[in-house]
């Protein structure tokens, strides 16, 4: 039997009147990839709060390597071995990795010197990392920043890892990335604490996995002996339908008409890349692609808010290129994108619900003044209908849970009543319960015969909601499919570039 | 030690901060003053008595505090944009020159009406020198804080040029300065104030209500919190940041209408002294809202004018008066931190936790 590197008894913590965790009891063995697992507010994030020395708890006990200890702060976890990967990556933008690495760690004056880029290199080899030392953070994508804080804290020689939702924001291929490594890591006697809602990731990469519901843990299961719709129902607590059912609507008028659309991005480089295709009312028309092969720029130049270099946006028979973007959602084009950090754009985040809802709308109230009469009306209609939990509309939106915050935008694009609905990762980060809420307000919107174009990460989620899907890459279009007549291997390929039609003389990985 | 970010802090906290953030200050200041040789009792006395003790020092404020207001106003509604307009100096000056150009060298505008249209000219030129850098911003990316900076020099060197050369009164032989006023060109009095107060209070109102409750200024809050946000509603950001400058620049001028046509009675450097900086400490102090200005302000106007009768009451050197306003503001701008965070003391022993 492995050494318990990690070990939390009878935990409670209290928030006012919140109880967030109330007697949890969990464990973490050398070796090992735990995961936690458990919907929005079940208390996980406070539990590896406490861990990492961010909040110390009302009663219980928490033993490190076998000894028990009082965790009181940040600093005093790291003494510890523990190191917190959070969601929101704590690195400093105009320095390299390797400072960044160093940051905080090194005592003398200056900052970057051989000896200590040696040990860092000494770790990576150590843990089969790769990453160039010398890349400035801004210039890096999403998941080599994860990998800069995951370096991070390996220098520092923890040997308890914990990564907060470390998939939220990453690719198929590179979540693949990130779990060898994370084996890699497990192998060499490090303890890893996963936390996430992603059922199929906790399969997939997992040793055991605790499920904690309402604060409580529901029980801790090896993860070989247990399956997805097990965990679903300790999670949720009680059984849930994991198929989406798709509607079959009658299919409607031409709606959108892309015709050659080209843009350009940095260096002239195009970002999209003679796109054409169709949407028709009352269709979901799914996007898939790996991150940044032009979903973005999509969405944008349809909005307005991009320059197209060449081609045409037909809505409803008129091109809409060159229309400022007021002019395009008086059309009827409501477009809600998710961006990585959620707050991006579409929202104010020291505004409350009230006036975020007023964005598009103030705009056509009569008179010099704002009234605030509506809008309040239109958050509490939102707010009721998507479920969303916030003290109170007054509350401002950067308070509330990236959940709550998505169904906040997505919520206000919907009440608009769209003609075109255009949504990207509209679930990203979401748990099973809020996400399959959204696909169904979704496919509310497409029995009322509103267009929906719909740019997504799950392609399991793409192919059961959607009617057709689009693939991009690298901004051109790989193929448009019906969605009933392709697997998700078959996606896949085209996702990398393949076109549909040489995908189709395999005809492996279609559907007959 | 550790220095925590405070989660939200209530307005008891915020008000009990404050109020020690003034206590110190009253007493690192009164240590000070004793080692200067004097009693920190009566300086202070005096320091109020002298801003509010009779009937003629407290219009002495309330004069002081006038400029304050209205510069404040309009560098309030340029940082709610998170356009960082320290150039209130300049549009001071520019607002200033307008009024003057109307009060000197216009004679066909039927008297009653010059006062008005000083006001408009004056707030057109401090807009105009509020507008050039938002229309670089605007266009060009360009910084707005280098811009407005330089611009500040660009008006004082302005109007020195008309002093010493086109403006000059020839009447005054040897002696380079612009011509006084015409009377009817001198701002009224009201309870023996000029109706520049009368002004402040009224923007006042309408500054908060139009950042509250208007279209203008919900845009200019969406553009100041998120510009990528703004665009996506629709919202014609190079618009909203020239038309924003505008009223900002344009505030400042009237400053300037102000100083010049109450205060000075014609154009000199001494209408600026130096309010459009001060006006950035107390537009911060202030917390962007339009209401806490007046209060801020009056608070600074009696710190000035407290200052300046303690140099002739008790004969104490200026710079140590101005070393006291430091302290007194090195305090008040300082409880800022200590209200977004706070410091925990704790051992690294079991349950030392101190809140």
Known sequence: MNKTYVEMKNICKTFGVIRANRNVNFSVYEGEIHGLLGENGAGKSTLVNMLSGIYTPDSGSIFIHGEQVNIHSPKHAIELGIGMIHQHFKLIDVLTAAENVLLGHSQSVFISNKSRIKSIQNVMEKYGMEIDLNKRIMDMSVSEKQTVEILKVLYRGSKILILDEPTAVLTPQEIDKLFTVLKNLAETGCAIIIITHKLNEIMSVTDRVTVLRQGETVSTLETRKTNIRELTELMVGKPVNLSIERIHSRKGDLLLSVKGLTALGEHNVPVLDNVTFDLYEGEILGVAGVAGSGQKELCETIAGLYPVEKGDIYFKGENIVGFSPREIIKRGVSMSFIPEDRLGMGLVPSMNMIDNMLLKDYVNQPGITVNRKPAKEKAERVSKRLEIQAPSIYTAIRKLSGGNIQKVLLGREIDANPHLLITAYPVRGLDIGASYNIYDLLKEQKQKGVGILYIGEDLDVLIELCDRIMVLCDGKVTGITGSESITKEGLGLMMAGETLSSIKKGDVVCKS | ?355
């Not at chain 2, 008000?15 to 953030?21: D, S, T, V």
Request: hydrophobic content about 50%.
């Open chain 2, 1 to 355: 030690m550790q220095i925590i970010k405070r989660e939200g802090t209530s307005t008891k906290q915020i008000i009990m901060i404050r109020l020690i953030a003034i206590i110190a200050a009253i007493i690192v200041s009164g240590i000070f003053i004793v080692f200067l040789g004097y009693n920190p009792v009566k300086v202070y006395v005096n320091m109020i008595s002298g801003a509010l003790g009779s009937k003629i020092r407290f219009r002495a404020t309330l004069l002081e505090m006038v400029p304050l207001v209205i510069t404040s106003l309009g560098i309030l509604v340029a940082f709610k944009m998170k356009f960082w307009n320290i150039g209130g100096e300049g549009q001071i000056l520019m607002g200033a020159f307008g009024a003057t150009y109307i009060a000197l060298f216009v004679d066909w505008i039927p008297k009653p009406l010059v006062i008005p249209v000083m006001f408009i000219v004056g707030f057109l030129a401090g807009g105009i020198w509020g507008i050039i850098p938002a229309f670089f911003k605007a266009n060009f990316g360009a910084n707005e804080t280098i811009m407005t900076l330089m611009l500040n020099y660009i008006a004082t060197q302005w109007i020195t040029y008309l002093q010493y050369g086109p403006w000059r009164d020839p009447d005054l032989k040897g002696f380079a300065k612009i011509a006084n006023f015409p009377d009817h060109a001198l701002l009224p009095k009201v309870f023996g104030i000029h109706i520049g107060l009368i002004i402040s209070l009224v923007l006042v109102i309408i500054i908060s209500w139009f950042l509250r409750r208007t279209k203008r200024g919900f845009e200019i809050s969406v553009v100041g919190e998120s510009v990528s946000t703004a665009r996506y509603a629709g919202m014609d950001i190079s618009r909203i940041i020239i038309t924003t400058m505008l009223l900002s620049g344009g505030l400042c001028g009237i400053t300037g209408v102000i100083q010049a046509a109450g205060v000075n009675k014609t154009l000199t450097m001494n209408v600026s002294s130096g309010y459009g900086f001060t006006a950035v400490i107390t537009t911060y102090l202030s917390g962007l809202r339009a209401q806490r200005v007046l209060i801020v302000s009056f608070l600074f106007a009696i710190l000035l004018q407290g200052g300046s009768y303690i140099q002739s009451a008790l004969q104490i050197p200026q710079a140590a008066a101005d070393v006291l306003q430091g302290m007194i503001l090195f305090c008040a701008l300082g409880s800022e931190f200590f209200v977004n965070y706070k410091v925990r003391f704790r051992k690294n022993s079991i349950s030392s936790e101190v809140k």
